[in-house]
């Protein structure tokens, strides 16, 4: 699994360079400087938060231009300040200015992510519940978010469609309703004990139809506090092993009280879909 990821990132990588140098290079560095004009940098915060992207500029440097060396003072999931020094660079001019906006614009992004969702789990911090991510990613990064997700101390929710088995309100209303949806998603996978399977209901009826054929988890969407502490406690009077999970416009003002019902997980999209990029920038000496 770890080629493939390490894979998934050199392709996204290559697009990434070919997105900004294109076939000509930077027009503008190659006009000013020569070839053996050489200079020191770092890459520094700006802003209080979590380092999230820490792996990536050595290897797109080194595909840039593998003259530029890239020293990691910080890892994923440290804490910056203003001034934190995240990586010192050296070598060709060139190469370092032509990397300077893919590498800051991945770093600034992930660790507004990383940073996001280490405030929302600090709001939750005193339940038991944990914070999970949602697939409310942007197109092609959804690996480096969802990782930026954990440097946060989030979790990972499914990566895609293939590895759960998520049976939401429009499967549920083609199907006629939870039992007939949640009956042949368990028919389907039989004996197996994966993928697992998770069904949405919207109301506490929903809920006790769910929770009669036990499938690993149920998601309580957009449902009240006071409804969702009523399936908490009806899960727990029925001494079933169902996880529970809430979803449905979950704010940072709001997480704390919707963690407080009991329930196993909390779901926020915002985490990833509306995060705010970190301030981090590059000074060349």
Known sequence: MTGEIDAG???????????????????????????????????????????????????????????????????????????SVICRLHGPVRGILAGERIALNFLQRLSGIATLTSRYCAAMAHTGARLLDTRKTTPGLRLLEKLAVRHGGGMNHRFGLFDMMLIKDTHVKRCGGVTTALEKALQCRGRAALPKIEVEVQSVGEFDEALKLLPDRIMLDNMSLSAMRQCVEKKIAARAGVELEASGNVTLESIAAVAETGVDFVSCGSITHSAKALDIHLVIA
């Open 9 to 83: 990132i050199g392709e996204l990588l290559d697009c990434a360079i070919n997105e900004d140098l294109g076939a000509g290079g930077d027009c503008t560095s190659n006009a000013l400087f020569s070839e053996s004009d050489s200079a020191e940098a770092v890459i520094e915060s700006k802003e209080t938060g979590i380092l999230s992207g820490a792996s990536l500029p050595g290897p797109l440097f080194s595909k840039i231009n593998s003259s530029v060396s890239v020293t990691m003072l910080l890892d994923d999931g440290s804490k910056i300040v203003p001034g």
